[in-house]
Structure formats: C-alpha cells, structure tokens
C-alpha cells in the first residue's frame, strides 16, 4: 500500500504545481487591484503608482509567482492586497467551514445511507416513493432558496412564537458572548439553520446513490445464494448487503467533503459566514481585487485536501472491499 | 451582490445623501413616521447592519477609503469638522474650540483645540496630530512613510495647498497656512488618524489588522473586538472628556448580501439597516415590518451617462445633446424612484449639487428636457440620415452609410443599471440610435474600460461630499492627466478649468457655489454628461432607539451614535 500512496503524493504535488501557476496567471490577468483608486478622483496618480509598486504590481508576472512560490515553500501565503497576512487569514477561514461541512456531512451521510437503503429494500413502497420525492425536491432546489424559507418561515416563526432565539439568521456566533455553555448554546443557534439547509442538498444526491448500489446488491447472486443457504434477512441485509452497497457511496461522500470544504459559497454569503467560499469569492471579487495571494492560498488548501480525500476514498475502498488490493 | 462604497467622490456605487430638513422641503418620500427621538436610557446595545467588510483600519489611506470604515470610525479618531444631516460642517467642539479663517492672504486657519482633548491611551490630541495628517496626505514625496515608503493617501485634496502646519500654546493652538486659497479648507482634519502611533507603525500597513494601534480611540466609542466577515463591537471610551455615551455596546454586524437583512431584522438581530443600494424588494420587505421606521431619502450619489468624445460621433456637441433631448429622464424615476416611495420624483438637473443641497440650482437651461422631435432634428443637421429601418445613418466618419450604433457599458449584475440602460436603449431607438449594451464587472469597467475610454458611453453613479472641490478631477480638461485623471470622457474646456480654478481658491462660500453653478451650466451646454436622477438611500431602524436621525452625507448615520439610546418610554 505504501508505495502506492507515495506515487499518488508525488502525482498530487506536481498536480498542485501546475494548478498553482495555472490559477496564479489566470487571477493575475483577470483584473487590475488598482481599479478601486482608479476610480476614486482624489487618489493622486502617484498615488496610484506608489501602490502599483508596493503591491508588486509593476514587476513581472513570472517574478512574482516565483516570490510567492519561494514564500509558499517556507510556509509563507504572503500579504492580500490589503496589507494583510494571508496564513492566519486561511486557517482561521478553514475553521470556520469545518464548523460548518463536519456536521453537515456527518449528518447527510447517516441520513443518506438509511434511507438509501430503506428505499432500496422498500422499492416501489409509499416509503420510497416519498423519499425519492424529497430527495429530487431538495436536489434541484438552489441553496438559497432553501435558506430563505428556513429564515423567514422556520426561524422567524419560531422565535417568535418562543419568544426567545432559537434560530439566528446571521453570522457565526453573537459577539461578546461568555461562559462555555452559553457558547455552545450561541454557537448551535447560529450553526442550525446553514447546516440544514446544507444537509438537505447534500443528501439528497447522496441518497440516490445509495439507494441505486443497495439495488444493484440486492440483485446480485451472492446474495440469493445467502438467503439460500438460510441466513437470516437481517443479517444478509446488514452484513452481506449494505457493506458492499456502501463501496460507491464511501468514494462519493469522500471526494464531496473535499469539495464542500473547499467552500460552500452561497451557504456562506446567505447566513454571513466568513469561511473558505467566501475567502475565494472576496479573493476575485473584493474591493482591491484579485488579491492572487488570497485565491493561491485557497488553492493550496483544497487541491491539497481533494488529492488527499482521492487517496483515502481509495485506501476506504480496498478496507470496505478485500478483493481490492493497491500496489 | 452590492458594490463598495467609498467614502469621497467615487466611481463605484452607492453612499448616503440628504437632509431631512431639505427632503422635507423637496417633497421627497418617506414611509412611516419621523426618526424616533425624545429621551433614551443608559445601558443596552444596539446592531447595525454594513454591506462589506473593511479592507483595513485606516480610513484615509487609499485601499481603505470606504464608507463603511467611516461609519465605524464616526466615534472612534476625531473629525474637526462634522457633516450634520444638514450637509452643512460644524465644528466638532469634543475637539477644537474654534476655527477661523484668520487670515486671507495667504490663508491661513487657527484651530484652537480643546484642551481636555486626548487619545484613549492618554496622549493629547494636539498639534503633532495635524502636522502628521497634513504632512501623509499633503502628496509631497519628500515626506515618507515608515520604512521610506511614499505615504498612499486616500485624498491628497486641500492638504497638497497646505504650506504649513505649526503649533503653539503647548500644542493646542494649530495653524494652518495655505500655499493657494482652499474653499473646502473645513473638510481637512476630519477625521484624523492617531500621530504618535502612526509615525511608529506605519500610515499605509500599521493599521491594515486588527491591533492595538486599531483600538486607539480619539472619540465617545473605542474599537473592542474584530471577527474577520463577521462584526465589529464599540464600547464606550473610558477617556473620553465631554459626556459619556448612552449605549454600552454598539455591534456592527457585516451582512454582505442585502437580501439577507430584512430577515435578520424581523428575527431582531439587526436594529438599523442602510443597504449601498436599494431596491424596491428591499423596501417592500422592510416597510412593513411592525415597530420599525423606514425612510427613503434622495443621497447624495447620482446616476448619469458618460459620453466618450474620442467616438467621432459623440465628438459632436449637436448629437451628445441630441441624445440627451431623446433620453426621457422622468420614465426613468417614475419606473427606477417612484417605487421606492419617494415622491414625485424628478430627473436631476446639477452635477454639483444635489437639490437636496442650499446650493443647487437647476442650471439645465431645458438641455435635459424630453423632446424626441428636437432630438431628431438635432441629428439630421449633425449630417445623419433616416434609413428605411427607422434608424439614421451617418454620413461622414467609421459608420457611413450604416446605422448609428453606439454602445453603453456599466457594471454588470446591478438591477438598477440595467434598468436604465433598457430604458436608454428604448429612448434611443425610438429617436433612430442603434444601442448595444456592454456590461463588465466592477473590476475591469473601473480600471480598464473606463480610466482607458474603451467605451462609447458609460453609466454609474457618482457619490458626491457636500464638498465640491472633488469635481474638478471629472470635468477639467483630460489633457491635464495628472489633475484630471477621473475624466474619462476626452471632454476639454478651457472655460471650466478656469471657472475650477477660482470657484477652489474663493474662501467666500456663497461665491464659490456661484461659480460651481456657472461649471455645471457650461457642462449642460456643452452636453459633457447627462445626469439622470439622485439614487435613494433607506434608511431602517428599530423604533424602541432613539436620537437615531439619518444623515446622507460621507458621515452615514453614525454621525451621532454617542447620542442613541434605548427609548426611556
């Protein structure tokens, strides 16, 4: 096994190389950083020149993906646009997305696979009929709009009903709040509502999925010849079954944490969270934009974190299937 | 998504604007009742709902210039001068007693400071603060930064006249000798960012995180805590001298996307609400919402179409003016303003000053006026003829024989715009001009599309101070660059430069307005841009607050925040 995740390390790194420099010249040609003092008459032309020198932007663009590659090689994001330091910025904003992605795929995973597999062992029941409704309904509804019924028919309702928050509709905690329980309490408040609305896109798909592979099992000849042998349904369905329905659903949800992790962009814009979806998108799109130390930055966290859930998607295969051995 | 809001004159979108003494006057809407005020309590906090997130904590530096920031900083580092919802300065007297014009020839201003004046961590605010605000924002290079850096000033308006800066009487007398006459010299020192910590940090990166030189507070409210995207929290300044703050707590709570603060409001985790542009879902969402006062006011940001006379048609004064008689303006505000509930809402007819301003005068001369039929007369004799298809055609220049075809640019994804510029596309067809709509993001329109002049005509909005002098940068003549960077429309005359040059350096403000009135009335002849209207700004606060008064200026409403409180009824 060893000798197989260490080429597909070495195949991630120079996969992470090339996408660097890729993203580095395509940020850098996509926009100009000065067009804010650009736009404002009373930013002086020399001004605007001083900036242009102290950003770097007046040195070439080879220079400075090399000054960033060499910085990166010691740990070193470097400076946004802005003056900030990149490094604490992108942990900070990883944070705050793994407080978010943990438990949403936590929870979409359970809900996916048992009801996966209760559609598939109830096919064409009232049951599977109205799971693979939802499904489809919470499939092709855009988050946002998923968001927005939960703030103003769930939240607001029930708060008000209660006559204290339940649900908060913004942000990631309420400032100045103390005490570890009272955290906590703050902490879930604010995190309910996103992780929901998060929840129910995301296992949506995965439930098909999942429901699709139990099918396929449950249809195979090993299985027939297990209940033929006597075992009982239970336990063909448990042990025989499920365990190798999860095969595909495991490679599935392992390459799609990646990805969420990446950012969840609109999730993030919708109830004010600062994580890795908005770091990109403030990256291409803020007011002295595009900060290509910040989007290089993002970069490197989540092609890192897709090479390696590609790695552990494929070590999950092999545990989950013995006939599958890497070398 | 909304734009960024700078804080002076900009080429992006929104800010406030308007006195609600003026509004009153100009018959402009608003919904609901009058800005609760009458007497409030101690204790309590409040939430204030911004649109972006700050880039930094220097106001006044140029990456930082956002109109955000200020409001966060309206009660943190002085302002000698405060814009009141008037849009008239007054003296802030927490930090100068008095400040004359004492002398004309060379003009030259005594600030007298007040003496209790000090910084939170107990340095006076005195002379040295002047000298350092003149000496980073003064554009002159031999003046550095840490480091040895050039200073990257926000605005070098006003301080690059500045020929001196001295102190006396212990460093609480400041005088302020001019090298040329400066008519805005009370929008300088307002506000002022902290000498002692500065000169040690940095102006352009010590103030870019969140630190200790941050928090250091020359006003009724101190910076506490930062969470990246998240808020900003104020308490009270244990130092300050004059009378304590009513509210212990003032959170600012960035909520970047718009649509999402009417819920927060109905779910009471925001209590004032100013979205950088507002839109009609926005106002219908918001205005029904029980104990919650809504006002629209006309700001002091305005829409308008930019022509670029380096296009050999637009060159020709006789079709820019022919665009603007078939260009229906009041289709616009009816269809754009009206619904936001303002009033009878009209086409603006000032560059300069908004009606909302004493100052404004409609110097259209009826230039802006509808009248399709003029508009089309004006095209023929500008050598255009009528085609079979119902458009004209030119007869001279890149076009001949082929339809009139211009383009209009503005940012992309921004209702409003795209409104306007439907509407202006209509208009045009209608008078026999061909218009294809090019739209880019912010980012490219603002920093290629239009400091280039690759465009035919452009729209956005400019955001006005109730100082003019910014002006100049827009409409003096593009062949001074280093002046008139900010006019991208090849337009030159010498007349308004000369008319620039004395409305800056006349210290009688009443002459100087005079004069700002006779630019705008050459801009209308000479058809430099077509206004449309004044953008509305709302203005959204829990009733259960008072002393909450709307102020349209660069200040926003925090103006006066040491004075809200929780209503004692």
């Known amino acids: ?327 | 998504m909304r734009s960024s809001r700078l804080v002076k004159i900009t080429g992006t979108t929104a800010m406030s604007a308007a006195a609600l003494l003026v509004v009153a006057a100009c018959g402009a809407g608003s919904s609901n009742p009058p800005p609760s005020s009458g007497p409030v309590k101690s204790g309590g906090s409040i939430t204030f709902a911004l649109d972006e997130d700050v880039a930094g904590w220097n106001v006044l530096q140029a990456n930082d210039n956002e109109f955000v920031l200020q409001e966060i900083l309206d009660q943190t580092w002085p302002q000698t001068f405060v814009i009141h919802p008037d849009l008239k300065p007054h003296l802030n007297t927490a930090i100068a007693t008095s400040a004359k014009v004492t002398k004309k020839s060379p003009q030259t201003v005594v600030y007298k400071l007040n003496p209790k004046a000090t910084w939170s961590d107990g340095t006076p605010i005195n002379a040295d603060d002047y000298i350092y605000n003149w000496k980073a924002q003064s554009g002159n290079p031999k003046y550095k930064d840490v480091g040895g850096k050039a200073f990257l000033p926000a605005s070098t308006s006003g301080y690059s006249q500045i020929k001196s800066v001295t102190g006396s009487n212990g460093g609480k007398t400041v005088t302020v000798v001019f090298s040329q006459p400066y008519s805005d010299w009370q929008s300088l020192f307002s506000p002022m960012i902290p000498a002692h910590i500065a000169s040690k940090v940095g102006f352009n990166s010590g103030f870019q995180e969140f630190n200790a030189a941050a928090k250091v507070s020359g006003g009724p409210y101190m910076l506490q805590s930062y969470s990246k995207g998240e808020d900003v929290v104020e308490v009270p300044n244990p130092h300050y001298w004059e009378s304590k703050p009513k509210l212990d707590k003032i959170t600012y709570r960035f909520i970047t996307n718009d649509d999402q603060q009417p819920p927060a409001v109905q779910n009471n985790e925001v209590n004032i609400v100013n979205p950088a542009l507002v839109s009609t879902t926005f106002y219908q969402s918001v205005k029904n919402i029980p104990n919650f006062n809504v006002q629209v006011l006309p700001g002091l940001e305005f829409q308008h179409i930019d022509f670029n006379e380096s296009n050999p048609y637009l060159a020709k004064q006789s079709i820019r003016q022919a665009i603007a008689y078939g260009t229906d303006r009041q289709q616009m505000v009816d269809r754009i303003v009206a619904p936001l509930g303002v009033k009878n809402p009209q086409p603006l007819q000032n560059r300069i000053w908004m009606p909302t301003q004493p100052q404004f005068q409609d110097t259209s001369g009826g230039l802006g006026d509808f009248d399709p039929s003029k508009a089309k007369q004006l095209l023929e004799s500008s050598g255009m003829t009528m085609g079979s298809d119902g458009y004209f055609q030119p007869n001279f220049g890149p076009e001949k024989g082929k339809d009139l075809t211009l383009s209009i640019s503005t940012t992309s994804g921004v209702p409003v715009r795209s409104q306007i510029e439907q509407l202006f596309q209509a208009s045009m067809k209608s008078i026999g001009i061909k218009i294809n709509i090019q739209n880019y993001d912010a980012n490219k329109l603002f920093g290629t599309v239009g400091p280039k002049g690759e465009f035919d005509m452009i729209e956005f909005a400019w955001v006005q101070s109730p100082y003019p002098s910014g002006n100049q940068s827009i409409y003096c003549s593009y062949t001074n660059a280093n002046l008139c960077g900010s006019n991208w429309d090849h337009y030159a005359n010498p007349q308004v430069d000369k008319l620039f040059t004395q409305a800056l350096t006349n210290i009688d403000t009443s002459q100087a307005a005079r004069q700002y009135n006779q630019i705008d009335s050459m801009l209308w002849k000479d058809m430099a841009t077509l206004p449309l209207f004044q953008q509305p700004q709302l203005f959204g606060w829990s009733s259960n607050y008072g002393n909450i008064i709307p102020n349209t200026s660069s200040t926003g409403i925090p103006w006066n925040a040491n004075q809200w409180g929780v209503s004692a009824q």
């Open chain 1, 1 to 327: 096994m060893w000798p197989f995740i260490l080429r597909r390390v070495l195949a991630g790194l120079v996969v992470l190389f090339i996408a660097s420099f890729c993203l580095y010249v395509l940020v850098s040609l996509s926009g100009d950083p000065l067009a804010q003092l650009k736009a404002n008459p009373h930013v002086s032309p020399r001004t605007i020149e001083a900036a242009r020198h102290q950003m770097h932007l007046d040195e070439p663009l080879l220079q400075r993906y090399w000054t960033w590659f060499t910085g990166f090689l010691h740990g070193d994001f470097g400076t946004s646009t802005t003056g900030q330091r990149v490094g604490p910025q992108i942990w900070v904003r990883l944070g705050v997305t793994a407080k978010l992605v943990i438990p949403t795929v936590i929870i979409a995973a359970i809900v996916a696979v048992l009801l996966g597999i209760w559609s598939a062992v109830k096919q064409y029941s009232v049951t599977d009929h109205t799971s693979t409704a939802l499904a489809y309904l919470f499939y092709s509804s855009p988050v946002f709009v998923i968001a927005l019924v939960l703030k103003n028919f769930l939240a607001v309702d029930v708060n008000k009903t209660l006559g204290h928050t339940i649900f908060y509709t913004v942000g990631e905690n309420t400032p100045g709040v103390t005490g570890t329980w009272n955290v906590i309490r703050d902490d879930a408040a604010h995190t309910a509502l996103p992780v929901i609305a998060l929840v129910l896109v995301t296992y949506a798909a995965w439930s098909r999925y999942q429901r699709a592979a139990m099918l396929d099992v449950l249809n195979a000849d090993y299985i027939r010849l297990a209940r033929a042998k006597g075992l009982s349904r239970r336990r063909v369905l448990l042990v025989h079954a499920a365990r190798n329905a999860l095969i595909p659903v495991t490679t599935v949800i392992a390459l799609d944490f990646a990805v969420i992790l990446g950012g969840t962009v609109i999730t993030e814009i919708v109830f004010g969270w600062e994580g890795m979806g908005r770091f990109l998108y403030e990256g291409l799109t803020g007011p002295v934009s595009p900060d290509v130390n910040a989007v290089q930055a993002w970069l490197m966290i989540t092609a890192t974190a897709v090479v390696a859930f590609n790695i552990i998607a494929d070590i999950l295969y092999a545990v989950l299937d013995p006939r599958i051995r890497l070398g």
